[in-house]
């Protein structure tokens, strides 16, 4: 599947979260969300009609591939801008805990736009208030170009939860592990569909395709990029769970 | 006028706030300090409201903007109907991101399918000696934004019905509140006061001059027009209520019977609503014109600290009365 900011190498983070949420649990993502959108529930018919500007897609054509919403599976807002979903992800939850309905909100973003003053205005906010969402960094190790060191001043983006308190709680985890990444997510919703607080869960991965379709990606060493495509979590899941031999 | 016949523009906003709340229980509210507990607001509009709510509906931020449009836009998402309360008008600046490239645009990039029911509430204006910072009026910087609206009342009656309006409409609103005029009183309006959105009020009709305005100088130009009216000049002023969507019938109907314009804001002048009235006014209404359409506005400059220069900035009286004048002999 083309899409404009591929989320290749990341499906087993959307897949884990997917399969744990339900319909009516929220989810704000990112312009790489398409792994996201479709592990929600969205049909993708209506997604692949949207990324060609049809009537028939999710928005009738009106949003486009980085502004997908399909409310229908509580796929709510799709951003273009980085670290931007994060405080609307709050508002979800606010609603949330007035009206006691115990849906829990995921906000998915890269571990770029934990450097962005929103990320932080919101995990404080969501601290602050217990509200029910689930901060989901997916760390693919760059934020465009730049690699993760060289923009990050923390070793994890999870450790940065200490900043915010005891309500809540910041994992790091292997996001490309199907059985970790389900397990933290599992604890995360259930942590914050009972009201303790929002956890902030760094899943770690690696952008196979670049930022955008035909990136070059030259700024990836070879070695890191042939390190994580031998690491492929696709064929691995494939082989483990199925005995199959699978390729992208 | 007694007492019981007449509230302040900051109890019109107060009783706006808490109709809705009573009427709805979607209506939210959110801000900095707007708590009882933290004194009802810096500028104690929603005093008594957490307490008659509950500080659910009404819950206290933290110092953060981007937070504050984020969580109104999130919770309206999820049907409800929440009043951000940005405590003046130059901090929504900093939530910008999140009005422009998200309340303003979700319903259409939704193809429909979401709406972002929200109002933002900000306080504004010079002459109350707060510096650059604290006073501008921006209100041109959202009218040019699509999927906003821009909300400003001119007296207490209508800031009641304009702010229940927004608190019902739909999409985004955006209601700037007049930080020198707050305490200035007015005839109550009627229990349940809405007015339209959209729709701009020809207060007092006259066949020479149409006099166009919002907020802060209709209190100026209804002086005026009285005065002008002694020497036998006809003004007709137009109250906009709601800069954009601009009610542009209203306006071109009034100069094509008057043929000459005058249009008075707080706002500098560069670039303001009033560039964008004239640019109507001669598309639509240009074969009626006696006189060129005349902009009456604050210096294109940083509203100034020292009050002698904070007073040299702001538009003037006379101001409005020279336009006027010059347009009556073809100036």
Known sequence: MIAMHPPTGQEIIAAATGCLLNNEDYLVTIYRGLHDQLAKGMPFKQ?????????T?????????????????????????VGSGMPIANG??????????????????????????????????????????????????????????????????????????????????????????????????????AGDGPPLL?????????????????????????????????????ADCCGWDCHR | ???AETITFTQAYTRALDEAMAADPTVLLLGEDIGDKEGGGVF?????????????????????????????????????????EIMFMNFVTVAMDQIVNHAAKLRYMSGGKTAVPI?????????????????????????????????????????????????????????????????????APPADHKLPLGKANVEREGSDVSVISYGRPLHDIRTLADSFAEEGVSLEVIDLRTVSPLD??????????????????EAVRSFGVGAEVAAQIQEHAFSSLKAPVKRVASKDTTVPFTRTLEQEFLYKASDIEAAIRDTLEGK
Not at chain 1, 47 to 55: L, Q, S
């Open chain 1, 57 to 81: 897609g999710s928005c009738k054509g009106k949003g486009g591939p980085m502004h997908i919403t399909y409310p229908e599976a509580g796929v709510m807002v799709t951003t273009g801008v």
């Open chain 1, 47 to 55: 997604i692949v009609a949207e990324y060609f500007g049809r009537d």
């Open chain 2, 44 to 84: 104690k509009v929603t005093g008594g409201l957490s307490t008659k709510y509950g500080d659910q509906r009404v819950r206290t931020t933290p110092i953060s903007e981007q937070a504050i449009i984020g969580a109104a836009i999130g919770a309206s998402l999820a049907g409800m109907r929440p009043v951000a």
């Open chain 2, 1 to 3: 006028m007694s007492d």
């Open chain 2, 248 to 265: 542009v019938d209203t306006i071109v109907a009034s100069v094509r019977k008057t043929g000459r314009a005058v249009i008075a804001h």
């Open chain 2, 119 to 187: 109002t933002i509430r900000t306080r504004t204006g010079a002459g109350t000696g707060n510096g650059g910072q604290h006073s501008d009026m921006l209100e041109a910087w959202f009218a040019h934004v699509p999927g906003i609206k821009v909300v400003i009342p001119s007296t207490p009656a209508d800031a009641v019905g304009l702010l229940r309006s927004c608190i019902e409409d739909n999409d985004p609103c955006l209601f700037i509140e007049d930080g020198v005029t707050r305490v200035m009183k007015g005839p």
């Open chain 1, 202 to 238: 760094e899943a770690n991965t690696f952008r196979f395709s670049g930022h955008y379709f035909g990136d070059p990606s030259t700024y990836i060493p070879k070695e890191e990029m042939a390190e994580a495509l031998a690491n492929d979590p696709i064929v691995k899941v494939g």
């Open chain 1, 92 to 193: 979800l939850g606010w609603a949330s805990q007035i009206k006691g309905d115990k849906r829990v909100t995921v906000t998915s973003f890269g571990d770029g736009a934990s450097n962005i003053g929103a990320f932080h205005e919101a995990l404080n906010m969501a601290a602050v208030w217990k509200l029910p969402v689930i901060f989901l960094c997916q760390n693919n190790r760059y934020g465009e170009a730049t690699t993760y060191a060289d923009a990050t001043a923390s070793k994890t983006v999870a450790e940065r939860a200490a900043a915010y308190g005891d309500n809540m709680v910041g994992v790091s985890v292997n996001g490309n592990d199907p059985e970790a990444m389900w397990t933290a997510m599992r604890d995360a919703i259930d942590r914050a569909r």
